[in-house]
């Protein structure tokens, strides 16, 4: 398990689960006020989650709210700037009205990039996008999700990738990732997780044949996701190579 780096432990899956269905009732109970204010997206679901997630929101050291920098002679602010455990800029959080988390996304990406950060974060409060700093402007998402698809679990997985932890940033396997031996698609072991250069790194290990193998996803200095698999050892005496 990732240790957390500063402020409270991130939630555990069940307690972080929980807070996903306390979520979403408010997603559909104030969804017509939510479309009408960033405010309060920021309010009812942004703040509760990002406190599960391990961030202190009262230390500056560690989240700064309303964040401006300047771009091209104009003062633009950001929501949230996350900083990590060296004090550099990590990571930029930049909110929208509920249902609006496109727009003017390929824009706002340009502005965060402006702040020296390693990702940035755009959401709407039901949707994230996760982006690389690194990567071009006509790139889709390094990874994406919605708190209202999929099991409370599921969900709880996948936001572990914005946590206070070292693994900030470390992506999951996709769904849809199958395994090179069995042909097995579904929800892998994740065994370790490492950087390799400018790639994200996950040791995996298939619950049908126990054949393991490394997934890489990462942006490359030209600003293209480039993600492949490179097969270790197939644990099953019938796994073929």
């Known amino acids: 398990m990732s240790s957390s780096r500063g402020g409270g432990a991130p939630a555990q899956t069940g307690e972080l689960a ?9 997603l559909k109970s104030y969804r017509k006020d939510l479309e ?28 700064r709210p309303e964040y401006t920098v300047s771009r091209e002679e104009k003062k633009i602010r950001l929501d949230y700037l996350l900083y990590d455990a060296e004090g ?27 702040a020296g950060v390693r990702y940035i974060i755009i ?6 996008h996760l982006y690389s ?6 790139e889709p ?24 932890t070292e693994d900030f940033g470390k992506l999951p396997p996709p769904a849809g990732l199958k395994c090179p031996y ?12 490492w950087k390799y250069g400018f790639y994200d790194v996950s040791r995996l290990k298939c619950p049908k044949c126990g054949g393991r193998f490394n997934y890489y996803i990462g942006v490359t200095s030209k ?17 073929t190579r």
């Open 88 to 114: 550099g800029p990590l990571a930029a959080i930049e909110v929208k009205a509920l249902g609006k988390v496109e727009e003017a996304e390929k824009e706002l990406v340009r502005v965060a990039q402006t």
């Open 133 to 138: 700093s690194s990567q071009r402007l006509e």
């Open 141 to 164: 998402p390094l990874f994406k999700w919605k708190l209202l698809e999929g099991s409370p679990e599921e969900v709880a997985d996948k936001v572990r990738v914005i946590a206070n």
């Open 182 to 193: 069995c042909g097995f698609e579904g929800k892998f072991n994740v065994l370790k997780m």
């Open 223 to 239: 600003g293209k996701r480039s993600e492949f698999v490179i097969r270790g050892r197939p644990k099953a005496s019938g796994a």
């Open 123 to 128: 959401t709407d409060g039901e949707s994230w």
């Open 18 to 26: 929980n807070l996903i269905n306390e979520l979403r009732e408010k």
């Open 36 to 63: 009408k204010s960033e405010t309060l997206v920021r309010y009812c679901i942004v703040d509760p989650l990002l406190r599960a997630l391990g961030w202190d929101l009262e230390n500056p050291n560690q989240v």
